[in-house]
């Protein structure tokens, strides 16, 4: 069975060329949702090739890219930060807001007659159907705001991980990032102590895993079974630089990432 390397360069400040032993860098594309943008939005924005809004995540793009440069003129920041897509059922964008990236020269797709899936599965088709040489590029799609607010939408946006599960899709909040460790793969995760970790967990996904053993955490699993209503492992801790996983099921990842702790006083 061949391995996967997982490694969030993403969140470094500039793009190392790969350490021995891990793939060569993957091709970035990023879809921004409508949830407040977190804080390292602009360093996806510098890795992605690709920039896509899913509908109302153009007006997150337009109010809040501003207000991460106090210090910047806000419509300089906006016309600097330019999505190349805004696809979706188009019932959040503001007006002026379309306008405004209309006129700069955004692709505009109104998907409005669909109503069956969600503005983040119309982006990942749209970005699968424009980069159709994905596997040659290593692409990885990563979604900023997929975490955090109304249920219904993170559920949402997990499901996106199951439909699209031969794609490399990583879902990401302020405070955490989620991706799927598909059951055709083992994997090597590489975690970059400087922006995540150490609070992790892994968690099965549409059936109970009968057997998933780790390696590099405080609480490592040996042929585990895990199902909810049994065993999740949640809140556990990565030790060191490299964790494995190998499982019968597809496992959800989940890793903490830093600097937006806040202590209990
Ligand atoms: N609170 C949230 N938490 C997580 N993801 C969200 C949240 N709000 C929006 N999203 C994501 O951003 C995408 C675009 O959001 P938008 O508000 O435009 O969706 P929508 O289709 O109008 O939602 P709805 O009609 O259910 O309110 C959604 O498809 C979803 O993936
Ligand atoms: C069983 C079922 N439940 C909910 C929806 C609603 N829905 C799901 S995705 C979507 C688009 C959101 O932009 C909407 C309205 C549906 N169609 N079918």
Same mark, same amino acid.
């Given at each position: 069975m061949g391995v996967f390397f997982h490694s969030s &360069?993403? *969140?470094?400040?500039s793009s190392t060329s790969s350490p021995a032993g891990h793939p060569p860098s993957s091709t970035y594309a990023l879809v921004l949702l409508? %949830?407040?943008?977190?804080?390292f939005t602009p360093l996806l924005w510098k890795h992605a090739k690709l920039r896509l809004c899913a509908d109302g995540g153009a007006n997150r793009v337009f109010d809040e890219l501003p207000l991460l440069f106090p210090h910047q003129d806000a419509t300089d920041i906006r016309n600097s930060y330019k999505p190349d897509v805004i696809r979706g &059922?188009? &019932? #959040?964008? /503001?007006t002026e807001v379309l306008d405004f990236y209309a006129k700069q020269g955004t692709k505009i797709f109104d =998907? #409005? =007659?669909? %109503? &069956? +899936? +969600?503005d983040l599965h119309k982006c990942v088709a749209y970005i699968l159907q424009s980069m159709p040489n994905q596997e040659e590029s290593n692409l990885c799609i990563l979604v900023a705001g997929? *975490?955090?607010? /109304?249920f219904d939408h993170e559920m949402g946006n997990i499901n996106v991980l199951c439909r699209f599960s031969s794609t490399r899709i990583i879902l990401l909040s302020d405070d955490c990032l989620i991706h799927l460790l598909p059951r055709t793969h083992h994997h090597e995760i590489h975690v970059h102590s400087s922006v995540e970790g150490p609070h992790c967990g892994l968690i099965p996904i549409g059936m109970p895993s009968g057997r998933t053993t780790t390696t590099g955490l405080q609480w490592d699993l040996t042929d585990s079974e895990m199902k909810f209503g049994g065993l999740v492992s949640t809140s556990n801790i990565v030790k060191g630089e490299k964790v494995t996983v190998q499982s019968d099921s597809d496992l959800l990842w989940t890793i903490s990432l830093k600097g937006n702790e806040t202590k209990a006083f």
């Amino acid at each position: 069975m061949g391995v996967f390397f997982h490694s969030s &360069d993403f *969140l470094l400040p500039s793009s190392t060329s790969s350490p021995a032993g891990h793939p060569p860098s993957s091709t970035y594309a990023l879809v921004l949702l409508n %949830q407040r943008l977190p804080k390292f939005t602009p360093l996806l924005w510098k890795h992605a090739k690709l920039r896509l809004c899913a509908d109302g995540g153009a007006n997150r793009v337009f109010d809040e890219l501003p207000l991460l440069f106090p210090h910047q003129d806000a419509t300089d920041i906006r016309n600097s930060y330019k999505p190349d897509v805004i696809r979706g &059922d188009m &019932d #959040s964008i /503001r007006t002026e807001v379309l306008d405004f990236y209309a006129k700069q020269g955004t692709k505009i797709f109104d =998907e #409005s =007659e669909d %109503q &069956d +899936t +969600t503005d983040l599965h119309k982006c990942v088709a749209y970005i699968l159907q424009s980069m159709p040489n994905q596997e040659e590029s290593n692409l990885c799609i990563l979604v900023a705001g997929a *975490l955090g607010g /109304r249920f219904d939408h993170e559920m949402g946006n997990i499901n996106v991980l199951c439909r699209f599960s031969s794609t490399r899709i990583i879902l990401l909040s302020d405070d955490c990032l989620i991706h799927l460790l598909p059951r055709t793969h083992h994997h090597e995760i590489h975690v970059h102590s400087s922006v995540e970790g150490p609070h992790c967990g892994l968690i099965p996904i549409g059936m109970p895993s009968g057997r998933t053993t780790t390696t590099g955490l405080q609480w490592d699993l040996t042929d585990s079974e895990m199902k909810f209503g049994g065993l999740v492992s949640t809140s556990n801790i990565v030790k060191g630089e490299k964790v494995t996983v190998q499982s019968d099921s597809d496992l959800l990842w989940t890793i903490s990432l830093k600097g937006n702790e806040t202590k209990a006083f």
